[in-house]
């Protein structure tokens, strides 16, 4: 088609066109390649991928494509994202010699980044089956980063994926030829990397530098991805941990669940070991034999969470009924028993509550949740997570629980404002737990189910007062939740619904703090009328960009395509002039570069 030749030939000048200025854009960069990799997609599409002409313009095509990206990486160096584009289109199109460049040059540049360290050492040894050069960049890595988790845990995982490689190649080495002597020479060659002796001597060196027991916990969970040499690396890692961290409640917790691992069991009797390896039952009763003695040496808040984070993990992968049932009457019990001696994390008391859920005893959970609401008062989380089980009440409770949402909004909210920096981290969990919240989530929660249970009168109120309260308080997060909110659900009103959210929108636009979502909405609003008003946009528009459009070259970009399309473009000039003025100097080369495109077509 001559016109889609000619539509192409056009954008690609334009993109040249850019690429000349005296002030160069990675932007202009990006776009220009990923135009140019749509382009050979929509040939693939029509053309015959095998056919030789479409392979050699894919060539060609990739040819520049590459070209652009490696001139953006030497232009933009500092750019972790752009090296990383190159990287993943050279992949796609098998540029090997492209990638290999491309790792080189990005470890000189970022030579402080673990993760550029990790993934060149993991491409060269999966990718290009170089496992020696693979090692040398651990260490060069390592010499540069000695404290980096990452690279050790990658390291080491490296060496375990070889010896499953040396193994596999030994097997079919002497189905080929059995007696051969150039196999028994590797043999002597790959004996310490068989043995697993390389793997402990890099565990060794990594303890060295950061001696810490979860630390040390991460490289028996990287084994249990293996099944050679498991249980003998698992041994030595396992004695080493009880020699350094003898009263240690990661010790315990580690000891008590290797017998949950079926390679890894052992009891004096082979009947038995035979029983237990495949007996899921017997191996779980085992573990928790184990916890019971270690929660009567080691009474903390931390061996409880242990206990109980086994049995819910056993909960969440099973498949059997019994045994699930047989899990949730245990986890119900020691929750309890762990609750009564004031030992409960904020984390597990919220798991307890949405088990408690699942059973007929809703008297136990409405305490609960009081004594729980009581003990943290000032946590979102916790509030959030007793409030969307109460929703799932029925109707009778609909007064109860918006005397509860409001208590907690308006009473408490300024004081989990103050708490916000204070709370402290809780270590993620083994299990899938339930997400911590914040008090946004609490107003979106509110808002939900008042929609569903209150009049759209009252549910604006409600949002109103809200919105009145995050302008005092200046909460970002909350104002960019409930001021569109106050818009959208004004503006849905049967009866004047674009004069109330007009009246909220000019109530609102010039209270801090300001937000952009806000005034998307009501353009949103305003354009979707039937009869939609130029004056009443483009005032929208000009409000949009006092506030904020000193950092979005957006707003101004989207104010010239109204004029343009549906208002006045003898205005265009003039907008273009404002925002040259207002933006900062990186914004600004992106408006004037997206503003020549928007010119051209």
Known sequence: ?????????????????????????????????????????KLGQRANMKSKEFKEIQKALGRKIKHLLVTAVHRFPNELKLWFTLINFCQQMDFREGIEKAYAQMIQVHSDKEEVWAL????????????????????????HLPKSKLLWNEYFRME?????????????????????????????????????????????????????????????????QFHDLRVILKKEIFE????KYPDSEEKCNLLARKHYDPLFVQTKKAKLENEMKFNKDARIE??????????????????????ISFNIEVYQKTKNEKRKLRCFELILKLMNKCWSLDLMPKALFVEWIYFLNQTDDYRTLDRVINYGCKKWPNNWTIWYHCLNIMIDKDSSYRDEIKRLFSRVLNNISDQLEESKHKEEKEERLPFEQKPSKTLADIWNLYIHWASSHLQPSEVIKIIEKGCLQSSHSNNQEISATLKPLLLLKSSQLKQKGIEEARRYYHQFKNM?????????????????????????????YQDYA???????????LNYCKFELEKGNPMNVGMIHFRACKMLNEEECDQFMSAYCLLQNF
């Open 1 to 41: 088609d001559k016109n889609e030749m000619r539509s192409i030939v056009s954008k690609i000048r334009s993109f040249e066109y850019n690429l000349q200025s005296v002030k160069k854009n990675k932007f202009n960069f990006i776009k220009y390649a990923f135009y140019l990799k749509s382009v050979i997609l």
């Open 120 to 143: 060149a050492a993991k491409w060269t040894y999966e990718s290009n089956n170089a496992h020696e050069v693979s090692r040398n960049l651990f260490h060069r890595g390592i010499r």
């Open 160 to 224: 375990l994926k070889l010896i499953d490689i040396i193994k596999k190649r030994k097997q079919i080495l002497q189905r080929e030829d059995p007696i051969d002597s150039k196999i028994t020479q590797e043999n002597k060659n790959d004996d310490e990397i068989l043995n697993g002796k390389v793997a402990m001597v890099v565990f060794k060196n990594a303890i060295k530098e950061i001696p810490d027991i979860s630390f040390a916990a991460s490289f028996i969970h990287i084994l249990d």
């Open 240 to 243: 080493y941990i009880e020699e």
């Open 286 to 307: 085992k573990v928790n034999q184990e916890f019971e003695r270690t929660i009567q040496a080691f009474k903390t808040e931390k061996m409880w969470t242990f206990y």
């Open 512 to 540: 801090p703090p300001y937000v952009d979502k806000f005034f998307k909405q009501m353009l949103n609003i305003e354009l979707d009328q039937p009869k939609c008003n130029p004056n009443i946009v483009r005032t929208i």
């Open 546 to 556: 006092n506030k904020l459009g000193k950092d979005n070259h957006q707003i101004w």
